[in-house]
């Protein structure tokens, strides 16, 4: 006799405010037969608020690609399974990436319960663009490595969004005072749906000094939510390092293969390096 496998429900869970749990979510975790937990503890007192007494197991970076095998096991053998993180939507720079691919490639159906995740909730109260944008997770704990990551996206062309802890925030604000200069506007959307929630948006150089002045600002989960490189003025100047490469292609090429060239190395547009190129020449 042939047994249906069972299911794999992604569950969110809220990132604060209790009454953001889903009556979908409250039904799906009641039901099925595991639920894996990023924190069992953790997780365990959010159940007993809701008097869920469904069994867990620990769901985590250190055991998720041991343990997803086993799990995907007893959901082909029909049990149905809920994954859920400490906070808002599992995957969202929490675990839980394995087991569901896990999970796909043995044929086991993976089921969304959508609901709060802290980046989109961020990103719906910044006031910034936000038909496109980019989501950086959690940059590098090191300054070195953080400041490499924000000089990448010092000239992303969309609003783009990082969560950073609390002990790091005041750094990384200051390093992107530095890379990104005093005027990019930038939120800072800390604790949301909890008590002490705090949404605030400013020039980057405005938001260091509030930050710095109140370290209550610098407690919770925070979110941040960075404007766009705003776009370039045809008319102004090269920035000076694309300058330089220009000129050292033009010392070797001519002027039509100097230009292809930068525009390569410097993401600058092919036809405007063509002809400030061409003015160089001719001079």
Known sequence: MLTSTGTLFIVATPIGNLQDMTPRALEV??????????????????????????????????????????????????????????????????????????????????????GPCALVAALSAAGLPSDRFAFEGFLPAKASGRRQRLQALASEPRTWMLYEAPHRLLECLEDMLDILGPDRQVVLARELTKTFETIR????????????ADSDQQRGECVLVVEAMPPRDENEGLDPEAER?????????????????AAKITGEKKNRLYQIALGKTAS
């Open 201 to 212: 948006g400013a020039p980057v150089a405005e938001l260091v000094e509030w930050v710095r």
């Open 245 to 261: 490469i220009l000129d050292l292609l033009l010392e070797e090429l001519p002027v039509k293969q100097a230009a292809a060239l």
């Open 29 to 114: 975790l009641a039901d099925v037969g595991l639920i894996a937990a990023e924190d069992t503890r953790h997780s365990g007192r959010l159940l007993q608020h809701f008097g869920i007494s469904t069994p867990t197991t620990a769901c985590h970076d250190h055991n998720e690609r041991d343990k997803s095998a086993r799990l995907v096991e007893r959901m082909l053998a029909g049990e149905d399974m809920a994954l859920i993180s400490d906070a808002g939507t599992p995957l969202i720079s929490d675990p839980g990436y394995h087991l569901v691919r896990a999970a796909r490639e043995a044929g086991v159906r993976v089921c969304p319960v959508p």
